[in-house]
């Protein structure tokens, strides 16, 4: 078996739902910030004590916010986290299904999420804990054949709060830490931004674009207003390096919990399958340690995992035992239209597609690029070519409805 489409489309519809959930963490964030440069230039007016007892006060308000902000968007953080949990361990529950014969989808086992397991990702620092969460293979070095074969007589797989705990960033901190840190950096750099200038006797309307850019109060990012990406570009320093911060931590936590629970898995299920093989986001910004990895396969609890950095978007793919799927399976893979040869890319598969399922997976204004790369350099360097993050959104509830449409 290679990769489905599916599993393709499951990649770009991550990266959309993680413009979704940044939306919502950095528009909160960004309102924190105006209405404190709102306050500012209220300012100007006043005589010298009252007005550095007032901006005191401002900078008070705006410390109290930002830690009400980062506690609130962890909260948010795990919610999502804990639905994308849900649903991807269900959606690649399906697609191993589908990939196997009929007569032979009712023996994929299936897992459960712990209620508390993204609460733990996002909140549980590992070096503080005495945690261990073992893998398959090494449960099975641990405690036996005989233990782990009678967890797979459940049926059923769990990621544990315990396995969740071991999820950090890529720098080792947890998510909750981090929206801490940015919390408190982005209080000190308002301030020091603001008393600079005042002491450089820059005006007040001065310090609020340096704050700020053009930023207005309740400005949303979104398609029919301004791409997220112009959003950050239109801020100023108080906004546009936290907003980036914020987008890399809400995109790598996403990749981090949707590969977990797609290898949780798969390694529930390694009668099926015993490999996994590591698939690398195809756009231009792709990382090159994950060019480097890109393709190639590993044993479950035995190789490399996605995110290997901030940002990243590589994802897994089962490698189904050839030997479970009928002879006439083998030299052919999913695709929308059923069967392709096993060679056909995905830029291939896409490239043969009609207008409008082009469109749905790159956006309108790419499509006429892609075929024009296409015809230059191929369907599999065109996509290469192409970057996803085009600012389109994807909320969990569509991503829900997508994939229970998409059930067999």
Partial sequence: MTIPAALFRNAIDLNRYSNSVGRQVITTYNDIIIDAVNQLRTIDELAAPVKAARLRA???????????????????????????????????????????????????????????????VVTTDPTQLNVVALSDDLYKSVYGVEALANQAGTGTFSLTAAKGATITLPNGEVVSKAFRGIAVDQAERFGQVVRNGLL???????????????????????????????????GGQSTSIADNQIMALVRTSINQVANAASQ??????????????????????????????????FEYGKGPMPPQHFNCRSTTVPIIDSDILPPSTV????SKDGPVPV??????????????????VLGKDKVVYFNILAKKHGARDAMAKLVRDDGSELSLKDLRERYSAQKS
């Fill in 343 to 360: 060679n056909t890319s995905y830029g291939q598969w896409l490239k043969d597609q009609p207008r409008s399922v082009q469109e749905e």
């Fill in 200 to 234: 450089t006797g820059e005006t007040t309307p001065d310090i609020a674009k340096r704050l700020i850019g053009s930023l207005q109060f309740g400005e949303e990012p979104t398609m029919i207003n301004r791409a997220l990406k112009k959003i950050i570009a239109a």
């Fill in 331 to 334: 030299a052919t893979r999913a």
């Fill in 58 to 120: 401002i900078l008070a308000q705006l410390k109290d916010s930002l830690n009400t902000w980062s506690g609130d968007s962890t909260a948010i953080t795990a919610s999502e986290l804990q639905g994308l949990a849900e649903l991807q361990s269900d959606f690649v529950t399906n697609e191993l299904r589908k990939a196997l014969p009929a007569g032979a989808r009712t023996a994929v086992n299936t897992v459960e999420i712990s209620p508390q397991f993204a609460q733990s």
């Fill in 264 to 297: 949780q898995v798969y390694e529930a299920n390694q009668d099926i399958t015993k490999k996994y093989r590591y698939i690398a986001t195809l756009d231009t910004r792709t990382s090159a340690r994950c060019r480097a990895l890109d393709g190639r396969e």
